[in-house]
Nanobody, 111 residues
Framework: QVELVESGGGLVQAGGSLRLSCATS????????MLWYRQAPGKQREYVGR???????DYADFVTGRFTISRDNAEKTMYLQMSGLKPEDTGVYYC?????WGQGTQVTVSS
């Protein structure tokens, strides 16, 4: 059974930082790209960024250098380091490894 479990969300003030984790089980992530998405209240889910199996990273334009995605294949975990957080970064952050979604972790940025 495949599981993706996000953690690390919380409430932070604007300008602060959070580190999200996506722990996986039941799947060999070493050969897969891993992605982060987010969904703000009342909006569609949107792409945040991804990391390929060989470590290439790609980010949505709104990230503007504030986020970094990394992975630890031995720990079967992907990370999203976020800094310079803004209120518009508020939302539920999801991990995605085709075709599986995690349950999400809430990030709330106060102004």
């Amino acid at each position: 059974q495949v599981e993706l479990v996000e953690s690390g969300g919380g409430l932070v003030q604007a300008g602060g930082s959070l580190r999200l984790s996506c722990a996986t089980s039941g799947i060999d992530i070493s050969i897969r790209a891993m992605l982060w998405y987010r969904q703000a209240p009342g909006k569609q889910r949107e792409y945040v960024g991804r990391i390929t199996s060989d470590g290439f990273t790609d980010y949505a334009d709104f990230v503007t250098g504030r986020f970094t995605i990394s992975r630890d294949n031995a720990e079967k975990t992907m990370y999203l380091q976020m800094s310079g957080l803004k209120p518009e970064d508020t939302g539920v952050y999801y991990c995605f490894v085709t075709p599986y979604w995690g349950q999400g972790t809430q990030v709330t940025v106060s102004s």
